[in-house]
């Protein structure tokens, strides 16, 4: 009843905006804080596999004891718990918060992303599917790195489509930023390096 409300009263408002760039991305926003909020009141948190790991580096991080990684297991995701451990305690309901908060800022980059390469029906749609994914809504209460490894990506991703059509060293800075901190959560992050030169020679049609 509430997804149906803030969908009813975002397509009213889109109809009667003149520039409803803005406004698309408040309704994903919107949808994305709707679905998100009702999944918190009673799904559980699910604690698995690598989480165990993860969460005991975290808490060590958080006492002070220092980084101690390796290829296998890189530092990214528990240094986001250990940041949030040092506000809140070992609380794993408070990385789901953060995690939920993430999933939000994936699907507004999502927007983004579409609406710089199409327009902004494009990046409504893209926006609106990844802010109700399944998927995306489950691993945001799993303590494991994909939802932080998504939210990167896509930084990833916006940053270099913006550069590519705007040709300027912002954005590049951010697609490159991205792609490091996608390695310190999970090393297969690091392809994006080979991924994004590529994807420039393409769009500047480079040739032999």
Same mark, same amino acid.
Request: proline share 4%.
């Given at each position: 009843?509430?997804?149906?409300?803030?969908?009813?009263?975002?397509? @009213?408002?889109?109809?009667?905006? *003149?520039?409803?760039?803005?406004?698309? !991305?408040? &309704? /994903? +926003?919107?949808?994305?804080? #709707? $679905?998100?909020?009702?999944?918190?009141?009673?799904?559980?948190?699910?604690?698995?596999?690598?989480?165990?790991?993860?969460?005991?580096?975290?808490?060590?991080?958080?006492?002070?004891?220092?980084?101690?990684?390796?290829?296998?297991?890189?530092?990214?995701?528990?240094?986001?718990?250990?940041?949030?451990?040092?506000?809140?305690?070992?609380?794993?309901?408070?990385?789901?918060?953060?995690?939920?908060?993430?999933?939000?800022?994936?699907?507004? @980059?999502?927007?983004?992303?579409? *609406?710089?390469?199409?327009?902004?029906? !494009?990046? &409504? /749609? +893209?926006?609106?599917?990844? #802010? $109700?994914?399944?998927?995306?809504?489950?691993?945001?209460?799993?303590?494991?790195?994909?939802?932080?490894?998504?939210?990167?990506?896509?930084?990833?991703?916006?940053?270099?489509?913006?550069?590519?059509?705007?040709?300027?060293?912002?954005?590049?800075?951010?697609?490159?930023?991205?792609?490091?901190?996608?390695?310190?959560?999970?090393?297969?992050?690091?392809?994006?390096?080979?991924?994004?030169?590529?994807?420039?020679?393409?769009?500047?049609?480079?040739?032999?």
């Amino acid at each position: 009843m509430l997804f149906r409300s803030v969908l009813h009263l975002g397509k @009213l408002m889109l109809s009667r905006m *003149r520039n409803p760039d803005l406004l698309a !991305a408040m &309704l /994903v +926003a919107l949808i994305a804080i #709707a $679905v998100r909020t009702i999944i918190t009141t009673g799904a559980p948190i699910l604690f698995e596999g690598d989480a165990r790991g993860y969460f005991v580096h975290a808490v060590r991080i958080a006492q002070g004891d220092g980084l101690n990684f390796t290829l296998k297991r890189t530092p990214g995701y528990s240094l986001m718990e250990a940041g949030v451990f040092a506000l809140t305690g070992p609380n794993l309901e408070a990385v789901a918060l953060v995690q939920h908060g993430l999933g939000v800022v994936t699907a507004l @980059l999502t927007f983004f992303a579409a *609406r710089a390469m199409h327009d902004w029906r !494009a990046g &409504l /749609v +893209a926006g609106l599917f990844t #802010a $109700v994914s399944g998927s995306q809504l489950v691993y945001e209460r799993v303590m494991l790195t994909e939802t932080l490894f998504g939210t990167l990506l896509l930084v990833s991703v916006l940053g270099s489509v913006l550069a590519l059509r705007n040709r300027t060293i912002p954005p590049i800075a951010l697609a490159g930023l991205a792609t490091g901190m996608l390695g310190l959560v999970r090393p297969v992050g690091l392809i994006v390096i080979a991924i994004v030169p590529l994807l420039c020679l393409l769009q500047l049609g480079w040739k032999r």
